[in-house]
């Protein structure tokens, strides 16, 4: 990566000045759900065109007659939009202080891209885009294969040519992002509702890849946060990591100006989100789309939006924090944590939803239970497990230890009691506490050591043990959780009455235990 920012910081760009009505931009947007009869349907391809549409009207100085939004369109239709769109360039500006950005979502290969049953050369896609009148031309393919273009190309570092800021283009040339290389599957995300790579570019450009926090994302940041954002998340897939790849052929050096966050306060707002997690923003509800992420070590911490209502969820180490908050028009919104309610991950692993499918952790802490043999105290002691909580189910393995007593007219024991079993327990959550309901199953260690005048030896026998919990858990801070539970056990066991005579059969007892746990 330090290689591709010495070539991006040393000649990568061209420059877009800062005084509006100097530079025209143009774009031609394409998303198509449809290839051809053997792909796959896609679900986010359309949509995720939407997305990059409305971002580069509302903060990215591309006025709507100079915008083209296809969508579900054929190649006969994209070739004439592009068509239509290099002589309107050509018409209306000579073309030498003009921008063209063309963005494709969709199906394609290394050859072709996928528009339904309709095939469009990748080819002459690159030759209409490089061939326009327009100074500057920036073409990004978000599909398989795309990297196709940009293989085997690359470049040097150049020194700087002199520019001036006046209003002008400080160069001209073209460059292709791709959002995988040459061999590599796009890949698509039912929890971001949204490509990884169109996903975190859109992310980039309200404000995610504004590093220096100057209020403008340039190509070179959003590049940056874009690769870095979406090789990062593509790890974790099944399909293995996606790296999104460029190539460039410019003159002149400077940088250009993708996105201008803050550009349109009379429709747009901004969250700001403090620093030490990552935050996803879906819009109107927790089951949204997510329209910006900001994540745990981005410097860029705001983002701008569409005025109108939004579901923020924070991700700490140990816990969420989530909620809905509405942005103003022209608002300056800090996200605090008291506007957000604190979800512990057990409960969100029993929500069900999201990535995280479990959580885990040990516990430990004091045990009483009733006497199993007749005339025997109150057996004290400790006990430990681990527990793996799941969506809909518990899983704890425990051991214990507890000592009783045993007295009458000719004796007096203690009572050394080992327990292992295996608890399983479905939870239901209530504002503040958590109830659990389960059963349990195990076998115990009985070790009996007598005191009396004459001899008698130490006894040692089993027992199998099933029984029936009730637990209510509270959760504290830093990932602990205080609890007590409640059971009914039945042991199985031989007993030896008083009169010597040995019996197999149950024994029942109520035991609770009061225990810290962690979760991890």
Do not use: W
Not at 57 to 84: C, P, Q, Y
Not at 325 to 336: D, F, I, K, T, W
Not at 357 to 382: E, F, I
């Amino acid at each position: 990566m330090n290689g591709l920012r010495l070539l991006f910081s040393a000649a990568l760009c061209a420059l877009l000045a800062s005084r509006a009505g100097a530079v025209e931009r143009y774009a031609v947007v394409i998303g198509n759900n449809l290839g051809a009869p053997d792909d796959v349907t896609l679900r986010y391809a359309e949509e995720d065109g939407r997305r990059v549409y409305d971002v580069l009207k509302d903060l990215g100085g591309f006025h709507a007659e100079n915008l083209v939004f296809l969508r579900h369109e054929d190649a006969a239709t994209v070739r004439r939009a592009l068509i239509a769109m290099n002589d309107r360039i050509r018409a209306s500006t000579g073309g030498d202080q003009a921008v063209l950005v063309v963005y494709y979502s969709g199906h394609a290969d290394a050859n072709a891209l996928h528009l339904g049953s309709s095939l469009f050369d990748l080819r002459e896609l690159e030759q209409l885009v490089r061939g326009s009148a327009s100074a500057f031309r920036l073409l990004i393919l978000d599909s398989c294969h795309s990297g196709t273009l940009t293989r085997g190309k690359g470049g040097r570092a150049a020194p700087p040519l002199p520019i001036r800021l006046e209003g002008r283009l400080a160069g001209e040339g073209a460059v292709v992002l791709a959002a995988s290389a040459a061999d590599e599957d796009a890949q698509e995300s039912d929890e971001i509702k949204s490509s990884f790579f169109t996903h975190y570019l859109v992310s980039g450009l309200v404000g995610a890849a504004d590093v220096n926090h100057d209020g403008k994302v340039t190509l070179e940041e959003a590049y940056h946060y874009t690769y870095e954002s979406t090789l990062r998340a593509s790890s974790r897939t099944l399909a293995g990591a996606q790296h999104p790849s460029f190539r460039y052929d410019l003159h002149g050096q400077g940088e250009l100006v993708l996105t201008t966050v803050g550009a349109d306060p009379g429709n747009r707002g901004l969250f700001e989100f403090p620093e030490g997690r990552s935050y996803l923003v879906m819009q109107d509800s927790a089951d949204g789309p997510v329209v910006a992420e900001v994540g745990v070590s981005d410097r860029a911490r705001r983002v701008d939006l569409r005025a109108g209502r939004y579901f923020v969820r924070g991700r700490g180490r140990d816990h969420l924090l989530e909620g809905p908050l509405s942005l103003a028009a022209g608002e300056l919104h800090p996200v605090r944590d008291g506007e957000l309610r604190r979800l512990e991950y057990a409960r969100l692993v029993r929500k069900g939803g999201t990535p995280l499918r479990r959580v885990h952790g040990p516990q430990a802490g004091y045990r009483l239970r009733s006497g199993v043999t007749s005339g025997s105290s109150v057996c004290q002691g400790a006990f430990a497990g681990y527990a793996v909580e799941m969506r809909h189910l518990s899983v704890t393995p425990r051991v214990a230890y507890c000592r009783s007593s045993l007295q009458n007219d000719t004796l007096s024991a203690t009572i050394d009691a080992f327990d292992v079993e295996l608890g399983l327990a479905h939870a239901f959550d209530l504002p503040g506490v958590s109830f659990e309901f389960g059963v349990a199953a195990g076998a115990a260690l009985f070790q009996q050591t007598f005191l009396t005048q004459g001899t008698s030896p130490p006894r040692t026998s089993g027992a199998f043990q099933i029984s029936a919990t009730v637990a209510i858990t509270t959760d504290l801070p830093r990932g602990l959780y205080l609890f007590g539970l409640v059971a009914g056990e039945t042991y199985f066991l031989n007993q030896v009455a008083r009169n010597g005579t040995s019996t197999f059969g149950p024994a029942f007892t109520v035991a609770g235990s009061l225990g810290l746990g962690r979760r991890f």
